[in-house]
């Protein structure tokens, strides 16, 4: 079966960088992502890589601070957010599924596996 396994949460501080591992063993879809989210709002997609560098996409919060490891056949997305502010506070949660729409991967509810999901907070 399925574990998506993150790593790499904590407190960051302001104007530093953050960094995050997920590794999804088990795991043969076509695309991983990092979402995050906060008390009172929706989850939100971070950042969406599909296998290989065929498709990447960067929330327009994190856009231009933001980059993320090519996903290959080790299953492994990691990010990282340089420059961070506290708007970058949250919990941040390692998504996985199946090649979807383009509104459907951007969306939750598009993904299939999930982490436990990792708290980084920034001071």
């Known amino acids: 079966h399925v574990q998506l396994v993150e790593s790499g949460g904590g407190s960051v501080e302001a104007g530093g960088s953050l960094r995050l591992t997920c590794v999804a063993s088990?795991?043969?879809?076509?695309?991983m992502a990092w979402f995050r989210q906060v008390p009172g709002k929706e989850r939100e997609a971070v950042a969406v890589?599909?296998?290989?560098?065929?498709?990447?996409y960067y929330a327009d919060s994190v856009k231009g601070r933001c980059s993320t490891s090519p996903v290959n056949y080790d299953h492994t997305l990691r990010l990282q957010v340089d420059s961070v502010i506290p708007e970058d506070t949250g919990i941040y949660y390692c998504?996985?599924?199946?090649?979807?729409?383009?509104?459907?991967?951007?969306?939750?509810?598009?993904?299939?596996?999930w982490g436990q999901g990792t708290q980084v907070t920034v001071s």
């Open positions: 890589r599909s296998l290989g560098d065929a498709y990447t």
């Open positions: 998504a996985a599924g199946p090649w979807v729409s383009a509104t459907r991967r951007l969306r939750a509810e598009g993904y299939r596996y």
């Open positions: 088990g795991f043969s879809g076509s695309c």
